[in-house]
């Protein structure tokens, strides 16, 4: 499996940015059976938890540091995921990852994911 992150660049605070997430070699499991989440890390700090949804797209689960400015979503059709990212902050600032979990279950720890696409850096300036 194989997880293609991307829409990351530089936006000035209280700007939006969206991300998407293209995943490929599934065959032998749909997409649609696992979860997904997005995760950020800043230099120096350990990588975090910001989003996630579960195989039925109905169940999300978002930090607390993002809650009612980023929304998770999926298209199953597309084998993709979106992390869209209202009113950023400086703080926002970090490499973002995102990640599939095969069970399908609502995960929010690193070590929980099987899957890990490499990292969009998203740079929120004042």
């Known amino acids: 499996v194989q997880l293609q992150a991307s829409g990351g660049g530089l936006v000035q605070a209280g700007g939006p940015l969206r991300l998407s997430c293209a995943v490929s070699?599934?065959?032998?499991?749909?997409?649609?059976?696992?979860?997904m989440g997005w995760f950020r890390q800043a230099p120096g700090k350990e990588r975090e938890f910001v989003a996630v949804?579960?195989?039925?797209?109905?169940?999300?689960a978002y930090a607390d540091s993002v809650k009612g400015r980023f929304t998770i979503s999926r298209d199953n059709a597309k084998n993709t995921v979106y992390l869209q990212m209202n009113n950023l902050k400086l703080e926002d600032t970090g490499s973002y990852y995102c990640?599939?979990?095969?069970?399908?279950?609502?995960?929010?720890?690193?070590?929980?994911?099987?899957?890990w696409g490499q990292g969009t850096q998203v740079t929120v300036s004042s």
């Open positions: 949804m579960d195989w039925s797209g109905k169940i999300t």
């Open positions: 990640a599939a979990e095969y069970a399908g279950l609502l995960q929010v720890r690193v070590y929980e994911y099987d899957y």
């Open positions: 070699g599934v065959s032998g499991r749909s997409f649609s059976n696992y979860a």
